[in-house]
């Protein structure tokens, strides 16, 4: 693919590379008082809050339609305490990708769609041991929907980045 570096758009400054890979550190329903609550944990892959809500980790990948590699948004998604319970069961038990699907919330807000992205309906995967699950949409209208169906462009990569970098400024 050669150099990702691109001319940006917002700043009018060369940025050298383009990611492939944004994360939310946390469930948008997280808050800074929930670290102080025993009944609520905050880790790297999973997080509870207030003992009655589960999230994971997760991968929501968009294949890149131009390119040799897939975007990927690093999204939390929220379970059952029944099927938050068995991904713990699992975590490092090899063959745990041949566990069926469970359903899940999208728990993160993601900045690059017009529409709210909270609350869309999911499908968590879970992967090979040492792998984030990942999580597939319901197919709906939503254009996140549309472009993990679709895929999106070198363009749309780097007009995510672009956005992405002007608002965190």
């Known amino acids: 693919m050669g150099d990702q570096g691109f001319v940006c758009r917002g700043c009018g400054r060369r940025h050298e590379g383009l990611p492939f890979s944004y994360g939310a550190q946390a469930p948008a329903y ?3 008082e929930f670290g102080s609550d025993e009944r ?6 999973t997080c509870i809050i207030q003992a009655e809500y589960y999230f994971v980790r997760a991968r929501l990948v968009i294949p ?9 948004w690093g999204v939390w998604v929220s379970l059952s305490r029944d099927n938050f319970r068995r991904t713990l069961d699992l975590w490092a038990t090899p063959g745990r990708e041949q566990e069926p ?3 899940g919330w999208l728990s993160t807000q993601l900045p690059a769609y ?3 992205t909270l609350n869309l309906k999911t499908e968590v995967h879970t992967d090979r ?3 984030r699950p990942h999580v597939i949409l319901e197919p ?10 679709t895929g999106i462009t070198m363009e749309r990569v780097q007009e995510i980045a672009e956005l992405i970098l002007h608002s965190r400024a």
């Open 30 to 32: 997280w808050r800074d």
């Open 129 to 131: 041991v040492g792998t």
């Open 64 to 72: 890149v339609i131009d390119a040799d590699v897939d975007f990927d």
């Open 101 to 103: 699907p469970y359903f």
């Open 140 to 149: 709906t209208d939503h254009p996140l929907a549309v472009e993990q169906r």
């Open 114 to 116: 017009p529409m709210d």
């Open 40 to 45: 609520s944990l905050l880790e790297d892959e």
